[in-house]
C-alpha cells in the first residue's frame, strides 16, 4: 500500500512540475536586428520581447557563437550627455512587453569572430532570469539602420 501511494504522489509531482513552463517559453521575440559597424566596431542588438506570462520575466543577459561577448546595455541622455550603462537585467511585464532598440535597452554585441555582413543571420541565445535560454534569429543591417524596416538604410 506504501507503495502504491509513493508512486500516486510522484506522478502528481511530476505531471505538476511539466506544468509550470520557463521564462523562455513565456517570450516571443519579434524584429531581431543587428546594426553593424565598420571594422571590429561593436554591434547593437535590437528586439522586441513580449510576454504572455502572468509574472514578470527578467532579460539577464545573452550569448552567440558569432561574438565573443554580450551585454546587455541600456543607452540614455541626461542634460545633453548620453551614456551607457551595463545592466545586469531587463524586466518584461507580465502580459506585456520590453523593447530593445537604439538610444534605449540593446544588446552590446562585443568581438565578432567572423566579420558580420548586411543580410547575414545571427544567432543570439537569450537568458531569462530562471536560467532558461530562448535562441532567436536577428538579420545584420547596415551602420546607417535606424529601426527593423528591410528597407532602412538602402
Not at 545586469?88 to 520590453?98: F, M, R, S
Request: proline fraction near 6%; hydrophobic fraction near 45%; include cysteine.
Amino acid at each position: 500500500m506504501n507503495v502504491r501511494c509513493l508512486c500516486v504522489v510522484l506522478i502528481c509531482a511530476l505531471s505538476c512540475a511539466t506544468v509550470h513552463a520557463n521564462d523562455a517559453q513565456h517570450i516571443h521575440a519579434s524584429h531581431g536586428w543587428i546594426r553593424v559597424l565598420p571594422g571590429d566596431l561593436p554591434a547593437g542588438a535590437y528586439v522586441t520581447l513580449q510576454n504572455d506570462s502572468d509574472r514578470v520575466v527578467s532579460l539577464t543577459g545573452a550569448s552567440s557563437p558569432a561574438y565573443t561577448e554580450v551585454m546587455l546595455h541600456q543607452s540614455s541622455t541626461t542634460g545633453g550627455m548620453s551614456r551607457m550603462t551595463m545592466v545586469d537585467a531587463l524586466p518584461i511585464p507580465a502580459h506585456g512587453n520590453a523593447v530593445l532598440a537604439p538610444a534605449g535597452y540593446h544588446l552590446m554585441l562585443m568581438k565578432a569572430v567572423h566579420p558580420i555582413k548586411p543580410g547575414d543571420t545571427v544567432k543570439l541565445a537569450l537568458k531569462f532570469g530562471d536560467g532558461s535560454t530562448a535562441v532567436i534569429d536577428f538579420v545584420a543591417r547596415p551602420a546607417n539602420t535606424v529601426d527593423d524596416d528591410t528597407n532602412a538604410g538602402h
